[in-house]
């Protein structure tokens, strides 16, 4: 008769590359503790998403403003003040809505990384970089908006620190 297995540690199943064990009902959950740079750096992805929410609600709000400048500024006369007027007012929506998606992506895989996932902080790199690009590229930002992006650079940079890499182990294949 074979003997039941001791269950893989949290530690060895992130040298696998793969999550925490899931817990099971009545099951007492096992305390994370992560590296300090990884806890601040989940607070400031809270933060920044927070930031940016709080930077496209501030346009959206004075959308009339930033429209009555484009209509001001327009050169082409085959597009009329109303068309502007109709596709701006839909694109500050949408920005809008996309800030809100971005800032609970930012706070989901955050939380991921928090708890060691290799995965969750690549993630959090490649929605960096799309919005570094709709930042700097698309040019649709502001003071705010660009504070909210620092914010998530420096929790980010955090992430990758020597002495945290550790806490992320790099996933090993297994011969087949």
Do not use: C, H
């Not at 500024?73 to 597009?79: A, R």
């Not at 998606?101 to 991921?112: M, R, T």
């Amino acid at each position: 008769m074979s003997t039941p297995e001791e269950p893989e540690s949290d530690d060895q199943r992130r040298a696998k590359g793969l999550p925490p064990a899931p817990a099971l009902p009545g099951d007492e959950v096992p305390v994370i503790d992560p590296p300090k740079p990884v806890q601040v750096s989940f607070w400031l992805w809270v933060a920044s998403g927070v930031v940016f929410i709080i930077g496209y609600v501030l346009m959206f709000v004075a959308r009339n403003q930033l429209i009555d400048q484009l209509i001001k500024n327009n050169t082409d006369t085959s597009v009329s003040a109303d068309q502007i007027r109709s596709g701006m007012t839909v694109m500050f929506a949408v920005v809008l809505v996309g800030a809100v998606s971005f800032a609970a992506l930012y706070v989901l895989f955050a939380w991921k990384a928090r708890q060691g996932t290799r995965s969750a902080r690549t993630v959090l790199t490649v929605l960096m970089a799309i919005t570094l690009v709709f930042q700097l590229a698309v040019q649709f930002a502001s003071i705010v908006t660009l504070l909210a992006t620092v914010i998530g650079l420096v929790g980010l940079l955090l992430m990758y620190l020597p002495n945290v890499n550790p806490y992320f182990p790099k996933v090993t294949r297994r011969p087949r």
